[in-house]
């Protein structure tokens, strides 16, 4: 229960809202705006706070800190009063609730987000909520320097103008420094986003980051001394693994009797395998080979090579390396510089390397240790450490970030795109329609799957609908991404509403999970199958698939059946079976689909084929997930086609994060797929072929797949193409 407490000291008047402690001063003093008072009575039930005041909630605003360390002693005290008084209050608070453990909130993603009050450069005390933030999206972002994950991202300059520039205009930033320093930390934040704006040419880009940088907050109190919850939900949500958490190279001596921890940031996600991956935590050999890398050397065979950077590319260094000998490769950066996210650029990325390379901190120290004499011994550690990120939604409520493949702020904006996505998916699921539940958290896993009998209205009252629509939810067992599933897998809805129907166990709908997210939320329309759900009884049978040996989802459904403004002029009337189940994609592959003749029943005014196509599985040319293809439908001659030109891109899913596509997945969900992306629906392609027909003759509809514009020709492990397919016959109203 949340409860609103005052309680009056010497100057201090301290106000508890919802569990939250906050010390205000005596003197200045700021009314409670509406929206305050709207969020406040979420909290507590009442909406009775006309009279209230809330005091400007920290010193003096002109001994505030604006620069550097200036007035950092009065906001030092005031955060560990703050704090002190806030955990006392906040336990007698919870057991007055009969709440046994009263130390921590319920910091569950998806509950609403309590109040907090923040300092920041700008000299003025940042509150959540207030109207700056109704309707705005919030990322708050708690910088720990001892992370070289967070090194680079604060360094590279297109990590910081792809928040500048790529932002949507709905979201605000707030940077927390973990640091002792972080009034400091908040100068150096702001001047790094300054520098990038700086680097920018475009001039419209220029108008843009700079109203993306007035949403922008650097926070000058300590992450540690904040005095809120918000410390406690970095805590509560540890991440270890996907550059969250301290990624360490720790280089020892057996005649020192201290280790050199130093941060390490290991090459891209894509390019070579991770260290501890290959290595786990085997102590090996390091050799310092006192050049830059480049050439190949004699002494590092066996060993980790330590080369310096510079001299030429992150790829020819490693090559030389390999071909050296070396089982990995440790660089460090020139005096002065931070460490970078190692990666390979064009053609060279087609040479396959297999040894692992990291990147660790320039540090003085590190100098001196390598003159030592003796050998050197390395290990590969991750140090758990608490979240760098954290969200609160338009709604404000909590909400995780998934996690960032390599240093970039572009993973923020991609969740940003996701809630606004969400925002416009709502919008569609608050209008009217007649919903038919057919799964409420089902468990789906093993060779079953997940099966529900439904009742549905009556086939006259279908007909009288213009739209069907699958909203499909897919979340895991517990309340985390960390609980989700690890890999991606093609989910299939099977429906069977007559036993002696052809379209018995014929599919309605499609999509693929994501790699171990839990927030995906997709409306799919499938319109033109609704003659699938015809039957006398008005029973039908669902069923969802996945790979029976996967780890179980938990998927609700719900069928929507709406109706257009206007009068429909025909509506689907019957279905007939094309192609299915599809096939394995090599050489006799098209030897698998015949033509169909057909002929068009009559009454019927319009024909449509309707066809749901997916590649998956890799050959030696990444067929059929990450190949081109392209697919053809003939009819009488006349030839329609579809070419997944998204397959392979890079960016090809992360593009479609406004379309729905779940962002900051665990896996390799940027890249473009053969029809499809990883947390995502596939969308029916629905072709109108009536004008190729002969309404009251023959026709014939052929179907081929193609890779390079030919009949695939695998020389190995040839992959599938799942296909779908149906003519559908409409008749007038």
């Given at each position: 229960m949340a409860v609103i407490m005052r309680k009056w000291t010497a100057g201090w008047n301290c106000l508890i809202i919802a569990g939250l402690f906050?010390?205000?001063?005596?003197?200045?003093?700021?009314?409670?705006?509406?929206?305050?008072?709207?969020?406040?009575?979420?909290?507590?039930?009442?909406n009775s706070f006309k009279e209230h005041t809330l005091f400007h909630p920290f010193p003096d605003p002109s001994q505030s800190v604006r620069h550097g360390h200036s007035g950092r002693g009065s906001l030092r005290t005031w955060a560990k009063q703050v704090a002190e008084?806030?955990?006392?209050?906040?336990?007698?608070?919870?057991?007055?609730?009969?709440?046994?453990d009263a130390r921590y909130g319920d910091y569950t993603p998806e509950n609403v987000a309590q109040p907090f009050a923040l300092q920041t450069l700008s000299g003025s005390a940042l509150r959540f909520p207030s109207t700056m933030f109704s309707n705005m999206s919030v990322f708050v972002h708690a910088y720990n320097p001892f992370s070289g994950f967070l090194e680079s991202l604060w360094n590279s300059r297109d990590s910081l103008k792809s928040l500048l520039v790529n932002s949507t205009n709905n979201s605000h930033y707030i940077f927390i420094s973990k640091s002792s320093n972080a009034s400091s930390d908040a100068v150096w934040m702001r001047?790094?986003?300054?520098?990038?704006?700086?680097?920018?040419?475009?001039?419209?880009?220029?108008?843009?980051?700079?109203?993306?940088?007035?949403?922008?907050?650097?926070?000058?109190?300590?992450?540690?001394?904040?005095?809120?919850?918000?410390?406690?939900?970095?805590?509560?949500?540890?991440?270890?693994?996907?550059?969250?958490?301290?990624?360490?190279?720790?280089?020892?001596?057996?005649?020192?009797?201290s280790p050199n921890i130093i941060p390490r940031l290991d090459a891209h996600y894509d390019w070579l395998p991770s260290p501890q991956s290959v290595?786990?935590?085997?102590?090996?050999?390091?050799?310092?080979?006192?050049?830059?890398?480049?050439k190949v050397l004699e002494t590092v065979n066996g060993t980790v090579a330590m080369v310096s950077d510079g001299g030429c590319s992150y790829f020819q260094k490693v090559h030389a390396m390999q071909t050296s000998g070396a089982v990995g490769v440790l660089v460090v950066p020139l005096p002065g510089q931070p460490i970078e996210d190692m990666k390979c650029l064009g053609l060279e990325c087609s040479v396959q390397l297999k040894i692992p390379a990291s990147m660790v901190r320039y540090e003085s120290g590190i100098t001196k240790f390598l003159l030592t004499p003796g050998a050197m011994n390395l290990t590969y550690q991750t140090t758990p450490c608490d979240n760098f990120f954290m969200a609160i939604d338009t709604r404000g409520h909590l909400a995780e970030v998934g996690w960032f493949l390599y240093p970039s702020f572009q993973?923020?904006?991609?969740?940003?795109?996701?809630?606004?996505?969400?925002?416009?998916?709502?919008?569609?699921?608050?209008?009217?329609?007649?919903?038919?539940?057919?799964?409420?958290?089902?468990?789906?896993?093993?060779?079953?799957?997940?099966?529900?009998?439904?009742?549905?209205?009556?086939?006259?009252?279908l007909q009288q609908y213009s739209k069907v629509e699958l909203d499909m939810s897919l979340s895991c067992f517990g309340s985390r991404d960390t609980t989700c599933p690890h890999w991606d897998h093609t989910l299939q809805l099977f429906v069977c509403c007559d036993n002696s129907s052809v379209l018995c166990g014929m599919e309605i709908g499609r999509w693929i999970s994501p790699f171990r997210r839990r927030i995906g939320r997709w409306l799919t329309d499938v319109s033109s199958l609704l003659p699938m759900l015809f039957n006398p009884n008005n029973q039908c049978q669902f069923s969802m698939h996945s790979p029976a040996w996967a780890m179980p989802w938990v998927p609700s459904l719900n069928l929507r059946f709406s109706k257009s403004t206007g009068q429909a002029a025909s509506v689907p009337h019957e279905i007939q079976v094309l192609y299915q189940p599809g096939g394995t994609f090599n050489k006799k592959y098209n030897s698998l689909f015949k033509p169909v003749n057909f002929t068009v029943p009559k009454g019927v005014v319009k024909v449509?084929?309707?066809?749901?196509?997916?590649?998956?599985?890799?050959?030696?040319?990444?067929?059929?997930?990450?190949?081109?293809?392209?697919?053809?439908?003939?009819?009488?001659?006349?030839?329609?086609?579809?070419?997944?030109?998204?397959?392979g891109t890079p960016l090809g899913c992360a593009d479609r994060v406004p379309e729905g596509v779940e962002p900051n997945e665990h896996g390799t969900w940027l890249y473009g797929r053969d029809g499809w992306c990883d947390g995502q629906q596939v969308n029916p392609w629905v072709i109108d072929v009536s004008k190729q027909l002969s309404l009251g003759g023959q026709n014939t509809v052929k179907y081929f797949g193609w890779f390079n514009g030919t009949d695939p020709n695998p020389k190995q492990s040839p992959g599938i193409i799942i296909l779908y397919s149906y003519l559908v016959y409409y008749k007038s109203v």
């Open positions: 906050v010390v205000i001063s005596s003197t200045s003093v700021t009314r409670f705006t509406q929206y305050d008072v709207s969020h406040i009575a979420r909290y507590t039930g009442k008084n806030n955990l006392k209050w906040f336990n007698q608070l919870k057991k007055q609730n009969g709440l046994a001047n790094q986003f300054t520098k990038a704006i700086k680097s920018i040419e475009s001039r419209n880009q220029v108008q843009y980051a700079m109203a993306t940088m007035s949403r922008l907050h650097f926070v000058v109190t300590p992450l540690y001394e904040l005095g809120n919850w918000l410390p406690a939900v970095f805590k509560e949500w540890l991440c270890q693994d996907h550059n969250c958490g301290l990624d360490q190279a720790v280089i020892s001596r057996e005649s020192s009797l290595f786990g935590t085997k102590t090996l050999k390091l050799v310092s080979t006192g050049t830059d890398g480049c993973f923020l904006v991609w969740q940003a795109q996701w809630f606004n996505y969400k925002d416009q998916l709502n919008a569609r699921l608050s209008q009217p329609s007649t919903i038919v539940n057919v799964y409420n958290r089902t468990v789906l896993q093993g060779q079953h799957g997940a099966v529900a009998m439904v009742t549905l209205p009556p086939q006259k009252v449509e084929i309707v066809a749901v196509i997916t590649g998956h599985g890799s050959d030696e040319n990444g067929c059929g997930e990450f190949c081109v293809t392209s697919h053809h439908f003939v009819v009488n001659n006349y030839t329609y086609a579809i070419t997944f030109n998204n397959a």
